[in-house]
């Protein structure tokens, strides 16, 4: 199996998991210290969150990196770009409404990212698979957006990005990017919902009660 080195990297974390509404929370310690939290719809299977944290640094704790789904620290609305005070006195980062936001999601057959505040028209952006990278590169002819974006998902499971695999729509501001997963990819992910099944999964309680309260 082309994907064998990622499931054997799973297996050999240390998982705790548990059910918080309609999604099951998995967190996962590696040996190599790297540490990884995904969300997982209860309805469909599929993986609505992922983020990494590396190793600990020497001076207080890194940060976490989302791979997969919106980063909280872009969804709030203003205008120019800075830090906002909440009334707990802790601070949220706050972008700009014209600054490009990449986000990625993935269902049961596609993977999607959406690039919002890209206001140009369709035929101005070129957007290429490429195997070399990696990755999908996103140009537009009037030279005012690129980006790499990288496919995890692919490389986990050993398989080089495909031009015939892309889909691309642009709608409301946005520049929507559609991959069709290739049959490996989605043999992989059953994969894991397989190891999954048997890490021990605990039931968020307090929210429980708050559910039944409200009936």
Not at 56 to 66: F, V
């Amino acid at each position: 199996m082309s994907y064998e080195h990622w499931l054997n990297y799973l297996k050999s974390a240390e998982k705790n998991s548990m059910i918080s509404g309609k999604s099951r929370k998995v967190f996962y310690k590696f040996p190599d210290g790297h540490q990884m939290a995904e969300e997982y719809s209860m309805d469909t299977g599929v993986v609505q969150k992922r983020a990494w944290r590396k190793c600990k640094q020497l001076m207080g704790e890194p940060e976490w990196e989302i791979e997969l789904g919106e980063d909280p620290r872009q969804l709030a609305v203003g205008g120019e770009k800075g830090d906002i005070r909440n009334d707990d006195g802790s601070f949220t980062v706050k972008i700009s409404n014209t600054e490009a936001i990449l986000s990625k999601r993935i269902t049961k057959k596609n993977i999607e990212w959406r690039i919002r505040n890209l206001p140009y028209p369709i035929d101005v952006y070129d957007v290429k698979a490429d195997p070399e990278k990696k990755a999908i590169v996103v140009r537009t002819a009037n030279k005012k957006y690129y980006k790499v974006i990288p496919i995890p998902d692919l490389d986990r499971c050993r398989v080089l990005p495909s031009q015939e695999n892309i889909m691309v729509h642009h709608q409301y501001n946005t520049l929507i990017i559609t991959y069709a997963k290739p049959d490996i990819l989605c043999e992989m992910e059953a994969k894991v919902l397989l190891l999954l099944k048997d890490v021990e999964t605990e039931t968020d309680m307090e929210e429980l009660l708050q559910g039944l309260l409200k009936k």
